[in-house]
């Protein structure tokens, strides 16, 4: 017991989400075992939330009180004896009793903790009814004389019946209250959470503010480098060509393919990398409320249903139901061939670049046009990762299933056109040059779904 | 082990810039796939409690190897003799072009030699203004840290190369130490320039004139007062043009007067200029190098930050493991008589007895004082038959088994009806496997009304 950080145990009757808690407040998926198993938490574990390397909270998992009925009879009868002693008294006679390692190991570990710590969080799994073991817990984590801060769990679950667990809450005089969903939790459970906390302690409302302003800070980078992350799959993309082997219409298809193909394929890397960035596992994304199946979109990016979805926010020939594709790349032929990329093509990219532009401009003549994605493409592709970044950022979050109609449109920044006629940038991908459009555009989005995601 | 003593130990010993040098290197090879084991050194530097930057900067440089490391050591020291060259280079071709400026037929054409001596220093002048105005420009020149990278093996410089002009160009690094190292140059040769006319004028005897066959006379010494401007402006000597336009220097008084007038006008139009810019760029450019950084917005920096800084740790398990008790259902004692039905730890809306349930129904059990009543009346009467209905779709929990164990104590077989299992998935399975563990057979584990009803028959 050293160290000045506040102690949080977590206990509540068995199986009603506690290590599900945990890992939501930790961030760390991995945290704990957690299976529909009762009692899959056998001892006390505990997690550090860390702000840059300094312990703010300690949080201590522990096992279900699983028999409070029996031991509050046993506590109650032993209280016969000497009826004055209180209830923390109670409680360390019966730590010290041989109980304590046998029948009620269990629950002796729970309350060994929770006199050690500063407070507790009490799960509840609102689904369940009120049933007199869990009044009889109530009265046990009473006896201990620590704040109790229930939790109610499972909120958006139908079988949720809230109101039962409030009369009872009130009558063991817990009238604060949090409201948790610890497998699709809302942004700002963690905030009322900590801020509940922090009225009910104030000795420790400093460390629990710098705890939120840290995961604040935290979620706002997070969010930035998701949008990182789309620049560079879109930069990636606007810059492809590909061009079809012969002039025939069979070449040309398969270029077409080729295209696709790939568009597809980055598509689903982008979809992982934004997984991974919010530490989702690809197993747990299905029961997350997101529109993945298994990490995948259900509909392709070329099917025409996955545009007319978005069709609000895409403009032309996609919002149409055409299916959004591919594009002959006419912008080579001299004319959009910027001043500053020329000026920086001849001081610079020197004798490389234009010896590339050279054969493109070959090919052109030759009738061998390159092919491009076309921008709705890009748009839809667009509109679909903003979708998932929201969906991964409210983690589910009710506000999200449906796309409001009519809501602005995303449409590409003029940055990523720019960046388009750079081709050559799809053979340099680690060039400094395009790594800083992509930091550039990156910020731009950022910026541009903060403003829609305000309306 | 030894990346992670090294880390610990090793100061940072590399100016910064070689310092970001190594992590943009090593997160190119990252990104690219080569992902390294970093576990003992992260868990090194985690209590060390460095900043974001720093701590990615220790961890790049435990991680990357020592060919990398010497390469990127090695970069500096070429600079020196590199530049001592160009020096050397730019000496001979200023104390030249002071020759090429008093060469040729005598006398000297005034105009020939301010031509000569300032016209290359103002074109490139112009050049590099023209550059610090346009950004494509600037880029362009950014490069020029590449020559940087030439000192690097073949096979480094795909990595090695683009990470130095990563680093170098994000905050105008390059460019403005570009301009520092050129201006000084310049003004290396200006100087020589300057010393070598200096000397010139000392040992030979020069004729000057300010003439022209095409050009009009009235633009000749328009130009002349143009550039004497600055000069007098400075506290130069002013010289009377009217002699010198007119024929000539025939006079030691006005020879000594106009070669110092050249040796004022490349001081004050060639070198003072190149001085102030080097000045001023070598500013900008230890400002630009003191904020200079990495780009900690990148997911891959994002990421090996969350593993040098998590937001949480895990404790060592804080007890031991415990062994749970078991209950046993197996009990049976023969000799009962009656039957019941009981619920246990029903919820409040359950219909009692259960929907469709024909015979005699027994008390529910939830609160303490409801089970001790029926565990008293049961074991002053022991049945011959106990059917105890739970709720499937809670937990199987000690609570439940324990008050189980205690009723198949008082007498003969009990049977647990599992309510709701077509409901409860995965929790159902969960009760019978705990029941079959307590011992209870699993044709006494009940899950329809009609399996209920016809175990009830049986015991008649």
């Given amino acids: ?455 | 082990m030894s990346a992670a003593g090294r880390a610990e130990t090793a100061p940072p010993v590399l100016p910064l810039w070689q310092r970001l040098w190594l992590a943009e290197w090593l997160r190119r090879q990252e990104e690219r796939g080569q992902r390294r084991d970093d576990r003992a050194l992260v868990a090194a530097l985690r209590p060390l409690r460095l900043g974001d930057q720093e701590a990615i900067l220790r961890r790049a440089e435990g991680l990357l190897g020592a060919d990398e490391q010497a390469s990127v050591a090695r970069a500096r020291h070429g600079w020196p003799l590199l530049l001592a060259l160009t020096a050397g280079l730019a000496i001979v071709a200023g104390v030249a072009s002071a020759a090429a400026a008093l060469a040729g037929p005598q006398p000297v054409n005034l105009a020939w030699s301010v031509a000569v001596l300032l016209g290359l220093p103002t074109l490139s002048l112009m050049l590099w203004a023209l550059a610090c105005g346009r950004r494509g420009g600037r880029a362009g020149l950014s490069r020029w840290g590449g020559l940087l990278g030439w000192s690097l093996p073949a096979a480094q410089r795909q990595d090695g190369l683009q990470a130095l002009l990563g680093v170098l160009r994000r905050p105008g690094l390059a460019f403005w130490s570009f301009s520092l190292v050129s201006h000084l140059l310049w003004a290396v040769l200006l100087l020589a320039a300057l010393l070598g006319l200096a000397l010139l004028l000392s040992l030979r005897q020069y004729d000057f004139v300010w003439e022209t066959t095409l050009l009009p006379v009235a633009l000749l010494s328009r130009a002349l007062a143009w550039l004497a401007a600055l000069p007098g402006w400075l506290g130069g000597v002013a010289v009377d043009p009217a002699p010198l336009l007119a024929g000539g220097t025939d006079s030691p008084e006005l020879r000594r007067a106009w070669a110092l007038w050249l040796l004022q006008l490349v001081a004050a139009l060639g070198l003072l200029p190149r001085l102030l810019l080097a000045a001023l760029a070598g500013l900008l450019w230890r400002r630009r190098l003191a904020r200079v950084g990495l780009d900690l917005a990148a997911p891959y920096y994002l990421a090996v930050l969350r593993r040098l800084q998590p937001d949480s740790e895990q404790v060592a398990k804080a007890d031991a493991e415990g062994r749970v008790p078991n209950f046993s259902l197996a009990g049976e004692r023969p000799g009962g008589r009656g039957r019941w039905l009981l619920g246990l730890e029903l919820a409040d809306q359950e219909p009692w007895p259960p929907e469709g349930w024909s015979a005699p129904a027994g008390p529910l059990l939830d609160s303490r004082e409801q089970r001790r009543a029926a565990l008293q009346t049961l074991q002053a009467q022991p049945p011959a038959r106990l059917l105890v209905a739970v709720d499937a779709r809670r937990s199987p929990d000690r609570s439940c088994l324990a008050t189980l164990a205690d009723l198949a104590a008082c007498g003969g077989p009990l049977a647990v009806w599992l309510l709701h299992a077509e409901l409860a998935g995965e929790r159902s399975l969960l009760w019978r496997e705990q029941l079959l563990q307590a011992g209870l057979p699993a044709a006494r584990i009940i899950d329809r009304l009609a399996a209920a009803a016809a175990w009830w028959q049986e015991g008649e």
Wanted: one cysteine or more; hydrophobic letters at 45%; aromatic letters at 6%.
């Fill in chain 1, 1 to 455: 017991m050293n160290g000045d950080w506040m102690r949080l145990a977590v206990v509540g009757h068995t199986n009603t989400g506690k290590t599900s808690l945990l890992r939501t407040l930790t961030r760390d998926a991995d945290f704990g075992e957690v299976s529909a198993r009762p009692a899959t938490t056998r001892e006390v574990q505990s997690a550090r939330l860390l702000v840059e390397g300094r312990v703010l909270v300690e949080l201590f998992d522990t096992p279900g009180l699983e028999d409070p009925i029996a031991l509050l009879e046993w506590l109650d009868d032993a209280a016969g004896e000497r009826r004055r002693s209180d209830g923390v008294e109670r409680v360390r006679q019966f730590l010290a009793s041989p109980l304590a390692a046998g029948r009620f190991q269990q629950e002796a570990k729970v309350l060994a903790q929770l006199l050690r710590s500063d407070a507790a969080l009490y799960v509840i799994d609102s689904r369940d009814p009120v049933l007199a073991k869990h009044r009889d817990e109530l009265q046990l984590l009473a006896l201990c004389a620590t704040p109790v801060l229930p939790v109610l769990n499972f909120l958006r679950d139908p079988a949720a019946r809230p109101s039962g667990w409030n009369e009872v809450l009130g009558r063991a005089g817990l009238h604060a209250q949090v409201r948790f969903d610890s497998v699709a939790p809302e942004r700002a459970a963690e905030r009322q959470l900590y801020q509940a906390l922090a009225l009910m302690l104030p000795s420790f409302a400093e460390p629990l503010q710098q705890l939120l302003a840290a995961r604040q800070l935290a979620a706002e980078q997070q969010r930035r480098a998701g949008w990182r992350l789309i620049a560079e799959a879109l930069v990636e993309l606007a810059v492809l060509r590909v061009r079809p082997p012969g002039a025939d219409q069979g070449a040309r298809a398969m270029a077409l393919q080729q295209l696709q193909q790939r568009a597809r394929e980055r598509e689903q890397r982008l979809v992982d990398d934004l997984l991974g960035l919010y530490r989702f596992n690809r197993g747990s994304v299905d029961n997350q409320e997101l529109p993945l199946r298994g990490g995948r979109w259900g509909v392709d990016l070329f099917d025409p249903a996955a545009a007319r979805l978005f069709a609000a926010r895409l403009g032309g020939g996609a919002a149409a139901g055409a299916a959004a594709g591919v594009a002959v790349d006419l912008a080579f032929a001299g004319i959009t061939l910027g001043a500053a990329a020329l000026t920086g093509a001849l001081l610079g990219g020197g004798v490389q670049t234009a010896r590339r532009y050279g054969r493109r401009l070959w090919g052109q003549w030759r009738g061998q046009p390159e092919l491009r994605l076309d921008p709705d493409s890009l748009t839809l592709l667009l509109c679909r990762a903003d979708y998932l970044l929201r969906a991964l950022e409210a983690r589910g979050h009710g506000a999200v299933a449906p796309i409001p109609p009519g809501s602005s449109s995303l449409a590409l920044p003029p940055l990523l056109r720019a960046v388009a006629e750079r081709p050559e940038w799809s053979e340099r991908p680690d060039s400094p040059e395009r790594e800083r459009a992509v930091a550039e555009l990156g910020e731009q989005l950022a910026v541009a779904h903060a403003a829609v995601g305000a309306n």
